[in-house]
């Protein structure tokens, strides 16, 4: 995922519209203040407008995709990393409240930001989340489940994919794996990866290929969702 860092709408555009102490208690973390008066249950409520925002334009920018590569696209854009870095972007560290500041703490203070926003402007906070989180950015390819998808298009025939590692090589601390995929105990590809698990979903995608099975192309979709 390509993150558009430089958007019109920011995190630091809803720190400004939180008046005190709403602005106070949003950027002050649990390890430096009393519960109540930290940003705990304000990040409990940013990660839930979050989490149902991102899944709501999930839905309506991927009509082609079910629900397993949906729940993975939403997971990718809300993740702690991206959230993180976004916040770093902006600065937000600078102005964090807390004996540590890491990336967790910095997604928590993001998340904290949407939730106290959200019950001041909902509808920027909805605005802001659309541009930033954006789901038309995402490759999807590089998220899928390519060793699904193959077991179910075969589960159709009687036939089931069995994997097996064939090589490993490079140094301990970044290795590079082979594996197989065979059905009926012929071999139909190999792919490679970093992690058996990543060898394994390269193996399945050039399998889905060789066998001619290709995913729902996307359609070009404009993703229009009601405030």
Sequence with gaps: YKCRIENEMSIRDLIAILPEPLRQRSLTHPSVADPYESNGRLE????????????????????????????????????????????????????????????????????????????????????????????????????????????????????????????KQGPAHRPSFTSRVSVEGKEVATGEGSSIKESEQSAARAALEILGIRPVPRSTVEVHVGA
């Design 44 to 167: 409990f409520l940013g990660d839930s407008i979050l989490n149902s925002r991102v899944a709501e334009l999930v839905f309506h920018g991927y009509p082609e995709l079910l629900e397993g590569d949906l729940t993975r696209i939403r997971a990718h854009l809300v993740r702690k990393s991206f959230l993180a870095m976004v916040g770093r972007s902006e600065g937000i560290e600078e102005i964090i409240e807390s004996s540590v500041i890491n990336d967790s703490v910095i997604a928590d203070t993001v998340e904290a930001i949407i939730g106290g926003a959200y019950l001041i402007d909902r509808d920027l906070v909805l605005r802001t989340l659309d541009e930033i989180f954006n789901p038309a950015e995402v490759d999807t390819d590089e998220l899928r489940d390519w060793k699904t998808l193959l077991q179910e298009t075969l589960q159709a025939d009687g036939l089931r994919p069995t994997y097996r590692v064939i090589s």
